[in-house]
């Protein structure tokens, strides 16, 4: 077979084996993956994402694990830190003023009640309710981040925000 008639035959035995990575449906011709959008929207909340975020995030450790980070340097690393300190005594700020805390508890519940709710908030919008970056909002919404018990009311109170209108 010549290369374009191989390229042809490929390309026609993909299109009658196109099933969805969802449902395992076949898939119409019409749609380029996925049989529907239900299913499209499923699998990137449930994989995609996940995957490509999980990505990221290894990426960013062994960079920094080998002492460098591809996506700051200087004047940003410096502010990036500063940041980071911040955080973390808003943590013991807060654990000091709430020492009946179950920390644990809180997390759990923070996957039961409030982590559902989020799955259909932009990543943007909760980034800016909860004072946090962008990546550390879409970490968290996929799952892979539960957020320190501080950051809870103001994500119930978004979810509370956005059910009321
Ligand atoms: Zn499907």
Known sequence: MRKAERAAATRAAGKLARTCPECGAPVPPER??????PCREAH?????????VSGRVAAMAEARANGRDPSHGGAAAGKRAETLAARQSARREWETAH????????????????LPGLQGVPIAKIA???GIST?????IRA?????????FARLVDLLAADGNK
């Open 99 to 114: 020492p009946d805390v179950d920390l644990d508890a809180e997390r759990e519940r923070f996957a039961r009640e409030i």
């Open 135 to 139: 990546t550390y909002a879409q970490l």
């Open 32 to 37: 380029r993956t996925y049989c529907s959008d």
């Open 128 to 130: 800016r309710a909860a």
């Open 143 to 151: 799952g892979i981040y539960t957020p320190h018990p501080l950051y």
């Open 44 to 52: 990137e909340r449930a994989v995609v994402i996940p995957r490509r």
